[in-house]
């Protein structure tokens, strides 16, 4: 199993990125965007990453991969203190109806694809195909 922190629990930027499963251009622009801080630098000027911001990197992709946006995901650390929860759940609770409106998109798209599909199998010799034909129509079910 490889080893997962360096000496005292600090980090180059390599190996920061390299333990969170992202690239260092990745880490960079967060930092640019505010989301992380800029590190501080040793004796010989290398910066050095802590737990905490390794901690920050994960929590930033979590976010993402639930589909916040980066601006949320700022929002989101900002009220990380632990008494703004009520603003969190709002923040989540939005997230939650926002993925429910896509997947009822994502259903109703699947669902003339799918009519549209079955339509294309049952040309008969037809040469145009009901599909094309139904793209080309500004009224196409969705």
């Not at 946006?69 to 700022?74: D, K, P």
């Not at 926002?98 to 549209?116: C, H, N, T």
């Amino acid at each position: 199993m490889p080893q997962t922190s360096s000496p005292q629990g600090l980090y180059t930027i390599g190996r920061l990125a390299r333990t969170a499963g992202v690239h260092v251009e990745t880490v960079r622009f967060y930092q640019r965007k505010g989301l992380m801080r800029q590190p501080r630098r040793d004796p010989g000027g290398v910066r050095r990453y802590t737990e905490a911001d390794l901690g920050r990197l994960r929590f930033i992709k979590s976010a993402q991969h639930l589909g916040f946006s980066l601006e949320e995901i700022g929002e989101l650390l900002r009220l990380e203190d632990g008494v703004s929860c009520a603003k969190a759940r709002a923040l989540g609770e939005g997230k939650l109806a926002e993925v429910q409106r896509k997947l009822a998109d994502l259903q109703s798209i699947e669902s003339a694809l799918r009519g549209l599909v079955a339509q294309c199998g049952q040309t008969q010799g037809r040469v145009r195909c009901p599909l094309i034909d139904a793209l080309r129509t500004p009224d196409t079910p969705a």
